[in-house]
């Protein structure tokens, strides 16, 4: 059974930086896509940014510039680095692994992991 494990999140003042790991069971980052989701009180849950078998990138708008998405394969293991957060940064974040879609959605989860709260004080 396939397992994804995030660590990493937490509470920091805006302008600071996180950085959140995904460690997957198996190979299933290995042959997959791997993304982050996040999902604030109230709102959709949104796919924050993504990254292919070969590191291509994808990231929502709202955080281009700020976040980096990586991988090491090696180590199954996908983070997200996190810079100048804001309030509205705020969120449960999870990490999901699932493969690369075509009609806007960039990626179609099929693992979830079980979410870390990152919370940006203003």
């Known amino acids: 059974q396939v397992q994804l494990v995030e660590s990493g999140g ?6 600071g930086s996180l950085r ?13 896509p ?4 996040r ?6 849950r949104e796919l924050v940014a993504a990254i292919t078998v070969v590191s291509n990138t994808h990231y ?3 955080v281009k510039g700020r976040f980096t998405i990586s991988r090491d ?3 199954n293991t996908v983070y997200l680095q996190m810079n100048s957060l804001k309030p509205e940064d705020t969120a ?7 493969p690369r879609t075509y009609d806007g959605t960039w990626l179609r989860p099929d693992y979830w992991g079980q979410g870390t709260q990152v919370t940006v004080s203003s």
């Open 60 to 62: 929502t708008d709202s």
């Open 34 to 37: 791997g993304g982050w989701f």
């Open 73 to 75: 394969n090696a180590k």
């Open 39 to 44: 999902q604030a009180p109230g709102k959709q």
């Open 92 to 98: 449960v974040y999870y990490c999901a692994v699932g």
């Open 20 to 32: 959140l790991s995904c460690a997957a069971s198996g190979s299933i980052l290995r042959v997959n």
């Open 10 to 15: 937490g509470l920091v003042q805006a302008g």
